[in-house]
């Protein structure tokens, strides 16, 4: 493909859009599209989105309020009437002339008064019909964008392949890929927009399903696993054991589980459910199947402090039982992790529980047939495999706190079994979640202290940790100063964050988990972390920052004990997807409805947990709406993978391959 001339700036504007070259310029596609038609002005329906052109009949009229907040008020006339136009936070259209020409785009209010979305000099010709809109950052301005774009597809005539194979082409009666990239980012009509989102589309699920279904079999190699031979009843009486009894669901999942240990196909399943919902037990007593097999098994967990948890939780389990567990993470000291090292090699040790320190080179197992990756979604896929070359044909078993839809969690996680828990036990616990549109404390300070002088503790969770160029957005730091200086001793104030050395943090978490301290400020590292039963008050700023099932999960931090929990999302945000969004947390309690929303909002990318593993994004199709799509393009791709040497799927072979090669370069 022809590369476009660029001048330096550009090239930068376009590289922080992700964009390094032609090919992948043109594969950036709108998020939506505006239809614009006009309307005579005596038609108009109170807030209904109206286009009127004309000159500027009176000086604008500015008020300011704060330091990033203003309005702005003039007239603008045609030879029709004169309508009353406002503009808010764009403060430069002070400087209107009067007699300058104007096109304003925007919500009619009535009486002639318009609220301004859009205003440019050019023509009103010029914005009407359908424009795609892009996502865009400060620097690069639509109108270049479309006008680079334009000019890549121009250059690139006769240059853009096919990737689609022909018989797939045919079959669904799709136009070529130039054309429909035309179609897709200089729209003419609805219909043939739609014919060109529907070829792209495809695409991208094509795609995925490919690279997704080939990684698969690269993993596994389609080779068999061993037969396990144990008696399930001794894991019953394990179960008898427990302080509990296990949920139906829990249960199924074991017998799940034990039916894969037993049958002599290796083991790829994901166990999903809700934060609390109890995976742990599970994955403890398919560790123990194994024990009982003669054979090691071992556990991931995304951090140390987790890692620990689980190790304290399974000694605790296993008490009374002659299973030898051991935990191993990168603070141990040379001595110890030779000692625990030795034991692992040898075969003594039967459970081993870990951070990533698990996939390191020395780490050599004697005869490891489990392992299970605790919060999947916080690994790249090459930290996994690399955990997976240390056992020979070893089950597998991933976990996963944010469940989706069965047919989705099919199609997605491609040749996975999935193992769902959709009970949740002690569910009864409450946690009111308050929407605060504004980013303070003080809104909440009241209802936090009385809270807090009852004996719980608060976690206080922001998007950054430093003031950045972004000054908008609270950082841990500066909330951790200002909350000291505020409670003055009254209650102890703590910091975490992920720039904080592991013992650091380990010091902060244990503390906070002794009710040494009564605040937390902490980043997101807190998503995945230990119980702390009085922890039952969560404050987020600037919540519109972050991803529905993230604020779920960091919910889920709270209300581990007896009393219920108290959450408040602040923020600024004006912006009505924004807010809708965060009211589905309010509303919501159900880890799967708010997982199903946010993979209809964001794609599976971020969270699924395979942002980073060079699978391909979907940034037309939608897993949600396009479900039935989904399934069916990861058939065809089934179908083509079989048939990868015919010369129609070659354009498919030099992906896959592509794939392969960039593999060392992953960011995880
Ligand atoms: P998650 O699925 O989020 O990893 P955990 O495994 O950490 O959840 O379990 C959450 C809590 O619920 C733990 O304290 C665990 O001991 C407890 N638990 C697990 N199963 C049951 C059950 N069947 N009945 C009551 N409590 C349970
Ligand atoms: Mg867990």
Redesign the pocket.
Known sequence: MKEIKLTPKRREALRQLGINNTAELISYFPYRYENLQFTDYRDWEVNSRVIVEGKVFSRPKMVRFGSRKSVLHFELGNDQDTFRITVFNQPWYRSLQIGDHLTVVGKYEGSNRIVASQTTKDDMQELLGITPVYSLKDKMKPKTFRQLMQNALELNRGEVGEFLPESIRDKYGFADRYNSLWRVHFPQDEKSLQKGIDVLKYEEFFRFHCAMLYRRKEIHQLSPGYRKVFDSRKIRELADDLP????YD?KRAVNDIIRDLKSETRMGRLLQ?D???????VAFMAMYAVYLAGAQSCMMAPTEILAKQHYRNALKMFEGYDVNIALLYSGLSAAERREVLEKIALGETDIVIGTHALFQNDVEFSNLQLIITDEQHRFGVRQRQLLQDKGIQADVLLMS?TPIPRTLATSLYGDLDVTTITQT??ASKKITTTLIKKNSFMAVVKDIEKLLDEGNQMYVVCAAIESASDITVRNVNDVYKNLSAYFDGRYKVSLLHGQMSEEERDRVQEAFRNHQTDILVATTVIEVGV?VKDANIMVIYDANRFGLSQLHQLRGRIARGQREGYCYLLTDSTDAEALKRLQVIVENTDGFKISYYDLKLRGPGDILGYRQSGLPAFNLGNVVDDAALLNSSREDAREVLEHLDDPENIEVKKYLESLNRDSGHYAD
């Open positions: 509990f009894t296990l949920t829990q459910g934060v609390g919902c109890g995976k742990t037990v706190a036990p002690n119980d």
